[in-house]
């Protein structure tokens, strides 16, 4: 694989207790990105731990189920076709609802994201 095309079905997922995430474009992944793009799968009725990224904003746009997505002090709900905007250093988390799980695409401001938590699952993404 190179640095200018990357597939999701030929990208290793990373598995966690709560979902998935498969890392296409960053750092890492590809040398000289400026920015990272990734695939998070949530499984219903599960959330991710709540966390925080001090370097970089994040986008979240919703492809598939809802969520309930705590911004902050917020609290807002989000759908298939939707995008929240999460600024750099506010502490959030996503719960998928429904029967489905959510599958979004998050792209963050700095190829070298990094994400400090504030709950203890044991994973390490």
């Not at 694989?1 to 997922?13: L, P, Q």
């Not at 990272?36 to 925080?52: A, C, M, Q």
């Not at 995008?83 to 719960?95: E, K, L, M, N, S």
Request: charge should be negative; glycine fraction near 8%.
């Amino acid at each position: 694989m190179n640095n200018i095309v990357r597939r999701v079905s030929e990208t290793d997922a990373v598995p966690l207790s709560w979902g998935r995430l498969v890392w296409l474009i960053g750092e890492k992944e590809t040398p000289g990105a400026e920015q990272t793009l990734g695939v998070v799968t949530i499984e219903p009725g599960k959330r991710n731990p709540l966390h925080f990224h001090p370097n970089c904003e994040e986008l979240l746009f919703v492809m598939e189920g809802e969520a309930d997505h705590k911004l902050g002090d917020e609290m807002f709900h989000i759908t298939a076709g939707d995008v929240i905007r999460i600024p750099q250093g506010v502490p959030h988390w996503a719960q998928a609802k429904g029967d489905t799980p959510l599958v979004a695409v998050i792209s963050f401001s700095a190829a070298d994201r990094r994400t400090e938590n504030l709950e203890d699952t044991g994973d390490i993404a």
